[in-house]
């Protein structure tokens, strides 16, 4: 059994656009998936077509083995889910606006109380439970809506962009907390424009673009794709003349910066032998972008470049 | 469908809406209470010392039930019409839709939200009303149960447009363009038989007409017109717009892409 299995899935909204192009999704019990796209890819639609916000147009949805068009309770039970925009009462209180939805899961008040105390407190948010939720902070209403998607404590949780506008520190903290809830056992699906939150969370990948997914695969499978990588070196001491790294394509970016392109043939251990041949000392080395960040743009364009030759 | 797990979410929606009505009271409470009790000085007192007797009682008597109807009927409409929009606009609507509780549930909840409000400030007029005047209750079981149903009818109206509404502006069409005419025509102020024979056939297709009469013969033992049709059209009325509440929720209409 899988935790999601979206088949064939379109959407055409009302004003006749079509957002998502008939996208297939498996999703394992247990995984860690997130959705990578550019703006407007369709995350968001598919994301909301699950969770009954949006009628799907056509296709198949099964969370946990329940058919959504025929068991739709089982299948809303099963799921929590953070939207990408506020969609809270924000005239109301943190406490209340997470008993009451426990209290739509049919959960018991007193066990409501139990359990919002329990998330409100993991995602530090406990006092400010009785604030008027409109005066939480950008990053304090996104653990609101964290904390209300698991009051009934789902099995999948899907999570639309959850960590955008959150502060450094609060990210980190925040990933801790879902590795933990995944350790624990929660399938989760997240989308992200943070390519370094997919990297540093998820064991799986699917990219999405203009309705269509353009890669599902594991993570450590995508990055292995990534045939090149530019790194930047720091050196020691400024350089006088050119380095002479016979094998690599490098440039000189300022007197004691290079940047230098290192691929299958030329290894990063094989750099260094030159660089200490040549007596050249390394005082910090960095990639140039985030691998993910490349890879992602590679694989969007080279999409459009296809497109481009066809139109 | 879980049965238990609706009645919890039913109580849920109930308790919120009532907690709602209590917290913005300054909205929801005192604006009838000054309305209502305007009526019962002007019309009641000043124009209705004037008037003499209707249908056998004194004008500020004879006004009452249609009065208290009256408020019944705009609050239970506003309470759900305002609130559900409300929901849909702040985007909370979609706590509910994620959510495994029925349809039923969610049309259920909203109404007996509504209906105890339309209550509450009934009971509030009445007892303004009492202070001007003397009401008996002749018939305990008719009155009761009319001002029930004909606030279901009205909750239920409220939630329909709700449905429909997309902007701030349409929560107000309905009630300015269709429900407080119906009212002011529907023989709170005066018994139908004041009108000419083609009035007093129109004002039978307004179903106003039959509640407030119910009601007012309920307290009063007087109505214009016989009390079983009250009771057909109420019912009528509450079958066909919940009929339509949930064939429109399910298909997601003004609330599903
Ligand atoms: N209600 C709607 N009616 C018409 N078109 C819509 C509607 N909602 C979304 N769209 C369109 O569908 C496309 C996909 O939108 P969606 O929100 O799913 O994108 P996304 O991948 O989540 O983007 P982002 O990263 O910006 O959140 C967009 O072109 C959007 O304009
Ligand atoms: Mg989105």
Redesign the pocket.
Known sequence: MSALIIKNLAKT???G?T?LKGINLKVDVGGFYSLL?P???????AIRIVCSLVEKSSGNIEVFGYNLATHPESVKMHIGMVP?EVNFNTFDTPLNILVNQAGFYGIKRSIALQRAKKYLGELKLWDKRDDISRTLSGGMKRRLMIARALIHEPELLILD?PTAGVDIEIRRSMWKFFKNINANGTTIILTT?YLEEAENLCRNVAIIDEGMIIEDTRMGELLRQLKQETFVLNLENELTEDPNLKGFTYSMMGENVLEILVDEDHGINDLFELLNKENIKVSSLRNKSNRLEELFMRLVDSKKDISEEHS | MNLNLNMIAFYTIVRKEVIRVLRIWIQTIVPPAITMTLYFVIFGNLIGSRVGVMGGYSYMQFIAPGIIMMSVITNSYGNVVSSFFGAKYGGHIEEMLVSPMSNATIILGHIAGGVLRGLLVGAMVTIIALSFTKLELKHPLITFSIVFLSSVVFAMAGFINALYAKKFDDIAIIPTFIITPLTYLGGVFYSINLLPDFWQFASKFNPILYMVNAFRYGILGTSDIDISYAYIVVCAFIVILFTLSFVLLKRGVGIR?
């Open positions: 909204y009302a004003n656009f957002a796209g703006n407007g890819a369709g995350k968001t639609t990408q962009e424009h | 892409d």
